[in-house]
């Protein structure tokens, strides 16, 4: 797995991590990243996918309801999330790599109330690594690296490398979260996590 430390402490732009990497490299990386969170799955019940963790610091601005900005997210909350955040940047990184500009965000995201079961989760996972996986087979041989955009006021500009490298730097920092969710549902029902 990469690590994403000195992009996040802003010592280095997504696009110098990302440029180093190479199509076989992403698709190995993507892999990874899925099965990581598969394999969160492991030992855990239904009952588990919609547990609501105590979470002090929940707060989602972007909420689409505003009732929703200080829920604490379950652990299918979380994948629908990070899905829906992987496949996105996989999409525009693919329209970038074939010189396509920037021209809006193609964002779905599962509906989570929709994430109860291991089985829901787990679907959606394979379906979003077979998204992200079949992105790559669109890119050119020679991708347009020159084609990118500031794709929010942090990330810094970037090309097809840099925007789906951030969707496995989303993954990261929603792996902590869901094993912090599985450890604290397992608890709850008197699991060993």
């Known amino acids: 797995m990469l690590d994403f430390t000195s992009v996040k402490r802003g010592e280095v732009s997504m696009n110098d991590l990302a440029a180093r990497l190479d199509m076989s490299q992403l698709r190995d990386l993507t892999e990874k990243s899925v099965s990581a969170m598969l394999d969160l799955l492991d030992g855990m019940a239904d009952a588990d996918v919609p547990f609501v963790p105590a979470d002090p610091s929940a707060r989602d601005e972007a909420s689409a309801d505003p009732s929703e900005t200080g829920l604490a997210w379950t652990f299918g909350h979380v994948v629908a999330h990070t899905t829906a955040s992987g496949d996105e940047y996989a999409a525009v990184a693919a329209e970038f790599a074939r010189g396509v500009p920037f021209h809006g965000r193609p964002r779905y995201e599962t509906p989570w109330p929709s994430m109860t079961t291991l089985a829901r ?65 397992l608890t709850a029902r008197g699991e060993v996590s």
Not at 139 to 154: C, M, Q, R, V
């Open 121 to 185: 989760c787990r679907q959606r996972l394979v379906e979003s690594r077979r998204i992200r996986l079949a992105s790559l087979e669109m890119w050119p041989d020679e991708p347009h690296l020159d084609i990118g955009t500031a794709y929010w006021s942090t990330s810094g500009w970037v090309n097809a490398k840099g925007i789906f490298t951030w969707g496995l730097a989303h993954d990261a920092d929603h792996q902590r979260q869901l094993g912090g969710i599985r450890a604290q549902a």
